[in-house]
């Protein structure tokens, strides 16, 4: 038995697509408005064998199978395109229903930690997160990278959300002016404690800018908060917090450093779950903060980090906490420069 699609009526694909005419040299596909590069001299190259003789005639059939879609120039009949406009729609209504997802599980383990009177979490909610949370962060990258294609203009050095020569020093600053305007906004502060970047010019690699920007931030708001509550809000003279970030072959290394104090040993674990705060209180939000301007405060969930690292192992990366009890805390976010890293599933 075969489920037919709701939204398709009868004979709405019945539409024979349309071939523009085969030129020697560059093609245009007249639907994309694309510049084709012609294939003619790669196919040449790739039909005779070092010495010269000609290449079996299964190999030539092979070639014409991954070759033939460039050379017809396909122009797609218009109610495909309009059926995909309204997949896109879709896709962009979905997207924004789920918005407030991680504020609202949030509150939801909050109410769990309240009526069950723990400070811990339980190896199996732990887990689920971290495979919830992971699936989200997936659907909502290929769900970005589907509207990006359709609907955002092109541009040179992007294919969708994905940025070919990501500059890790304009994301760096990005970062660094909205954490510390969070921090003065949250404590009142004239100015927040300093951030000192170190960072090439010209550090440029293939990511989606908006994950790199989340874990900056994250990182960043939670070393500021560190410094602030740790020598006072009356302090005239902050320590500065540092940035570092570091080129290798395989891994692009930020380094986050203050001095705001550390956190206990026993506690390095707990800064992984979903349920640990240093925050005394965690803050009450209204019901209906999705339907308003709402803004998230500077801490009191306990998302921050597990969220990030698990940013950053989406590509492969990691994020790692060394901490140095009464003096500060280091925070190293590596990000894998190389193609041959896949998303995990597991």
Known sequence: MTTENPSITKGMYTSSPVYGSVNSGARKVAAAGRYVP?????????????????????????????????DEGVRWPPEILQYNKLFTNTLKTIKRRHDPVLTTVALGINEYKKRRQRTGIDESIQAFLDR????????????????????????LDHVGIICTKTNVKELAEEAISNARFTCESYYGLYS??????????DLNFMYVPG?????????????????????GQDSDDFPAVKLIVAEGKEDITIKISDEGGGIPRSAIPLVWT???????KTPDIDPD??????????????YGLPISRLYARYFGGDLKLISMEGYGTDVYLHLNRLSTSSEPLN
């Open 38 to 70: 012609d294939t003619t001299n790669k196919l040449q190259g790739s039909q005779t064998g070092s010495s010269g003789s000609q290449r079996p005639q299964d190999v030539d059939d092979e070639n014409s199978r991954y070759y033939a879609t460039i």
């Open 192 to 201: 927040a404690p300093q951030v000192q970047l170190v960072c090439k010019d």
């Open 289 to 302: 903060f999705d339907k308003t301007d709402f803004q998230a405060p500077l801490a009191g969930f306990g």
């Open 211 to 231: 994950h790199l920007s989340h874990m900056l931030f994250e990182t960043l708001k939670n070393s500021l908060r560190a410094v602030v509550e740790t020598h």
């Open 274 to 280: 979903y349920m640990y705060t240093t925050v005394d």
């Open 132 to 155: 919830f949370y992971m699936s989200r962060i997936g659907i909502r990258m290929l769900i970005g990278q589907h509207v990006a294609l359709n609907e955002q203009p092109r541009e």
